[in-house]
T-cell receptor, first 114, second 118 residues
């Protein structure tokens, strides 16, 4: 199984809502990532987990809250988002952070904040 | 500063012809990795090819090859025999070591949109 899955595929939420994005992999990867991508722009790194611990937070606003309950699962909790947070949210994983391992990406969640 | 530059916002190529997508990078680290990803309109990022800074040979993966010129700090992607399904956005990326945590992360170029004409 060489797949990263993400749910939901699409999400529309109001600025007062609370929602969560989910990412799952069963490749035994120990590093997992959240990226935000605006249209026709490169992905921007948000968070990195290594061995289920938060390793990198790229100064992301607190309305985004990551969680890694186990080595296969990564969540991104959303609360009080702004319209400018509308984007494609990509999850990725790789074997581990040290060394040049390709990142496997999920299909993304297209988020619209109204 | 560590940086990846893709200077071609858009490229056209005729089906069955070869095309080169440019990528230059800047880093003072002696050890780094360079990656190319393809992103179709569906959104998923697909890994294509990898080149390590110490690799002596240029990387190849099927129709993809990486023209690595270390002295020029360039890592251009060559796609041979283009197919309609190659139409997508292509990103060059470099692995960096992140500060005190010594963890690797990718930085991406701005991307090149490739359109293959029938």
């Amino acid at each position: 199984d060489t797949e990263v899955t993400q749910t939901p595929k699409h999400l529309v939420m109001g600025m007062t809502n609370k929602k969560s994005l989910k990412c799952e992999q069963h490749m035994g990867h120990r590093a997992m990532y959240w990226y935000k991508q605006k249209a026709k722009k490169p992905p921007e790194l948000m968070f990195v987990y290594s061995y289920e611990k938060l390793s990198i937070n790229e100064s992301v606003p607190s309305r985004f809250s990551p969680e890694c309950p186990n080595s296969s699962l990564l969540n991104l909790h959303l609360h009080a988002l702004q319209p400018e947070d509308s984007a494609l949210y990509l999850c990725a994983s790789n074997f581990e952070l040290a060394g040049d391992y390709e990142q496997y990406f999920g299909p993304g969640t297209r988020l619209t904040v109204t | 500063a560590q940086k990846i530059t893709q200077t071609q916002p858009g490229m056209f190529v005729q089906e069955k012809e070869a095309v080169t997508l440019d990528c230059t990078y800047d880093t003072s680290d002696p050890s780094y990795g360079l990656f190319w990803y393809k992103q179709p309109s569906s959104g998923e990022m697909i890994f294509l090819i990898y080149q390590g800074s110490y690799d002596q040979q240029n990387a190849t993966e099927g129709r993809y090859s990486l023209n690595f010129q270390k002295a020029r700090k360039s890592a251009n992607l060559v796609i041979s025999a283009s197919q309609l399904g190659d139409s997508a956005m292509y990103f060059c990326a470099m692995r960096l070591i992140h500060g005190s945590s010594n963890t690797g992360k990718l930085i991406f170029g701005q991307g090149t949109t490739l359109q293959v004409k029938p």
